[in-house]
């Protein structure tokens, strides 16, 4: 073990002794003897240890700890206080420009313990809300963390979107006149995108010719069928080759999933020949176009051929944005900026649900705030009008399942979303009370965000999504398909049970700036490929029947 070794191991302690808020006095003393050890002329192993104790810098405990280094390859009080310490914790020690005390804060009183939640958080601009925090601390963790996500291999699709737009176009420029697709998870629109492949129909060695001349991409592997580059953007990028005719058989065999493949391939392997087109594919195979985003569970080939698939909801078809925050929470913009937007974009309604009074970060409304914001909304309809606030409010879920306000507060909404924000780490029985409970609220319209779960970054907390959809049913309460691309919680695996019970889903970007209506697109992908139509979507009825919606519902439940 040399100095820098041990060094490390002292700097590591140091710093992890501060995050857990120990004696300042310890962790400095540990602090500046890894400082001393990295300046020392002479490696310690080869000392004798007497001598160790009276180098500068390094005190008794410190050289007791450096023997103890020497002799076993291990420190015990550095171990035991990794084992305490949850792994995101530690890895957000590779952030600069947060420290430890200022990872103590967010570990200990913003509850966040990992990268992924960290980010979001400074997203949604909760970290500002902290003594220590600025606005530049803010906008420097988001930087730092975008950069080291990029580089750790798993993206999610909006991350990569405009990377494979860019890629598809440029290798259309190395290789033109050459048929080229986009193909694999971000073809199939999958949240997750671990690499971008593209078809091109070409040979292995042009590929490699063609590559070898491009700056920032390094060969990754060759495959049967198809090479892997390293791309100076940090995803990897997988080219598959393949002759003009075999082009579409390539394209859709690498744009399904096996079991789809190996089905289809059954039954329709001759249709293959000679199809120019995806199209021309499935009208030779007879059977309803099946696009690359439904190509996954075989079952789906037999509904295309009796009968097809029903038209999927399309990003045109969101009518209003239901849920959304504005700068009396945690949002950037006001309620009017985002109304305007909104109308720009040329939607009916907007629903602004800001937090509620338990989720303090967020600076969420008290009940006198409540009703300013209503007189405030109540001005603004009548200038927007046709165009119309809704008001909301998305309520915490409490430790008990109960919502943030007494029923006559919770009656001056037009919906209540209800979502659960804190004590996110629980199991499956205590996520089940608190959910179903607040299902049962009469004054819940909406779920929101059923798991909790950031994608990348930090699991939800355990349910029985069947169980939750049945109380969705019984109780009359929409699912929220929340369309943030970090979360797309309802899993969209799990839909076609919702849709199985006749339960609405209602696709809404969480936006907490103008930009973030957007998200809503990302939704929409992934409800495409649980085959939601623009009828079990919420967010794509129009003005006037989401208003007879929600009144429908008031009289339902006699609130
Ligand atoms: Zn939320
Ligand atoms: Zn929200």
Not at 284 to 305: C, H, N, Q, V
Not at 445 to 457: E, F, K, N, P
Request: glycine share 6%; with cysteine.
């Amino acid at each position: 073990m040399d100095n820098y070794q041990i060094a490390d191991s002292f700097s590591l302690l140091a710093k992890l002794m501060d995050i857990h808020g120990e004696n300042s006095f310890k962790s400095k003393s540990y602090a500046s003897a890894a400082f001393a050890i990295e300046k020392l002329g002479v490696q310690l192993k080869d000392l004798e240890p007497e001598k160790i104790a009276g180098l500068k810098g390094i005190g008794a405990s410190s050289a007791q700890k450096i023997s103890e280094l020497l002799q076993t390859g291990h420190l015990k009080t550095l171990e035991e206080i990794i084992f305490k310490t949850p792994p995101g914790i530690i890895e957000m020690l590779n952030i600069k420009g947060i420290g430890p005390k200022k990872i103590n804060t967010i570990w200990k009183e913003m509850e966040i313990e990992t990268v992924g939640e960290l980010l979001y958080a400074c997203k949604e601009n909760r970290l500002k809300l902290f003594k220590g925090f600025g606005e530049k601390t803010q906008q420097n963790v988001i930087d730092t963390i975008d950069f080291y996500f990029k580089n750790k291999g798993s993206h999610l699709y909006a991350q990569v979107a405009l990377i494979a737009d860019q890629t598809e176009s440029f290798l259309a420029r190395l290789f033109p006149k050459k048929k080229i697709a986009v193909t694999g998870s971000f073809k199939q629109q999958s949240e997750i995108i671990n690499e971008l492949e593209f078809v091109i129909e070409t040979t292995d060695t042009a590929i490699e010719e063609a590559m070898s001349a491009v700056e920032g991409f390094t060969l990754k592997e060759k495959n049967t069928d198809n090479i892997v580059y390293h791309s100076g953007v940090g995803i990897s990028i997988k080219i598959f080759w393949t002759t003009a005719a075999g082009f579409i058989e390539k394209l859709v065999s690498t744009s399904s999933s096996q079991s789809f493949l190996d089905e289809f391939t059954k039954t329709y392997k001759n249709a293959f020949e000679n199809a120019a087109t995806e199209d021309a594919l499935f009208e030779k195979a007879g059977i309803g176009f099946i696009p690359a985003f439904l190509r996954e569970d075989p079952s789906l080939l037999s509904k295309a051929k009796n009968g097809g698939l029903p038209q999927v909801l399309q990003p045109g078809d969101i009518r209003g944005i239901i849920h959304s925050h504005s700068n009396w929470s945690d949002g950037s913009n006001t309620i009017e900026e985002m109304a305007m937007a909104a109308r720009e974009k040329g939607l009916e309604y907007l629903v602004i649900s800001d937090h509620s009074k338990s989720a303090f970060y967020a600076n969420g409304l008290v009940e006198d705030r409540i009703k300013e914001q209503h007189i405030y909304i109540d001005e603004l309809n009548k200038k927007l009008a046709p165009f119309k606030i809704f008001k909301s409010i998305e309520s915490d879920i409490l430790n008990d399942g109960g919502l943030d306000y007494s029923d006559p507060v919770l009656a001056t909404f037009d919906l209540v979303i209800a979502s659960v924000h804190s004590n996110l780490k629980m199991p499956e029985e205590k996520a089940m009370m608190r959910l179903l409970k607040a299902i049962e609220n009469p004054y819940t319209t909406i779920l929101g965000h059923m798991t909790g779960r950031l994608l990348l970054s930090r699991p939800g907390y355990p349910v029985d999504h069947k169980k939750i959809i049945d109380a969705c049913a019984a109780n009359q309460v929409v699912i929220e398909l929340n369309a943030h691309p970090s979360r797309l919680d309802i899993d969209w695996r799990q839909i076609n049970y919702a849709l199985e019970k006749n339960v609405l889903i209602s696709i809404d970007p969480d936006a907490h700036q103008i930009e973030g209506m957007d998200d809503t697109r990302y939704g929409v992908l992934v409800a495409q490929k649980a085959l939601v139509t623009k009828e079990n979507n919420l967010s794509s009825f129009n003005l006037k029947q989401f208003e007879t919606y929600i009144n429908n519902r008031k009289k339902l439940k006699k609130i």
